[in-house]
């Protein structure tokens, strides 16, 4: 068991572990040519510039309302489906609609977004007259929106198998007998399925904390042209724009570095509140 595990602690070693020392640069004026070490040390200069930047500012605030938007709408929704499937689907026709909600995962965000510019641009099937669908691409106020709506559409189906394997760990006899005390299909819920879930719930969503200023680089970068950087710039295409397309690497890493520094602080307050619920949490 352990020689399985082995690539993926590696990977993770090597590219998550290892690569954090990296972040150095975002103390130095870095240049590829002078490699880490050897590029000029600046202190805070660059957090400083970035901290002056309204369009790092700008940024945030977009990353932080799709974030918002995915945690309220698409969070609950594969739980939502998963009881669905598991009260009301049975046998084959379970398998079915289980495999149909998957399919969209493993399709590439460039697929999706060709098809959702299929369906509502200005050439797609509901082009033409209708004015106020031709117009949803290119709005800026329905850009977080639909970025939301796109990831529910690809991702809620996939959400669903972490539920379903939870709630098949549910002992029925609690069921049957909450039924035989009164207790209708949301006392059954309320009383039954959300504490065998609750572990689950709480450690999903402080994993979800963590990573929350990670709202979808491919997705977004796809689409950012469409509504222009004030509506479709995030700190990932951010970082991507001034480091890898601008090369101004030490300004990139430092709001990196920012993004990091705030999903840890997230975790590790979300995780000592799970605690004081009672909870285990991510790690005690």
Known sequence: MLLLATPGIVYFLVFHYAALFGNVIAFKDFVPFQGVWESPWVGLDNFERMFNDPAFWQASWNTVAIAALQLLFFFPLPLALALLLHSLAR????????????????????????????????????????????????????????MVAQIIWKDCGWGTIIFLAALSQVNHDLYESAALDGAGPWGRFWHVTLPALRPILILLLIMRLGDILTVGFEQILLQRDAVGPEAGEVLDTFVYFHGVLGADWGYSAAAGLFKGVVGAVLVFTANRIAHRLGEQGVYK
């Open 91 to 146: 046998g084959r026709v379970r398998a079915l609609v289980q495999s149909v909600v998957y399919l969209p995962h493993f399709l590439s965000w460039v697929i999706v977004v060709a098809l959702f510019q299929q369906m509502l641009g200005p050439t797609g099937m509901f082009g033409g007259d209708v004015a106020f669908v031709t117009d949803v691409l290119s709005d800026p106020d329905a850009f977080k929106p639909l």
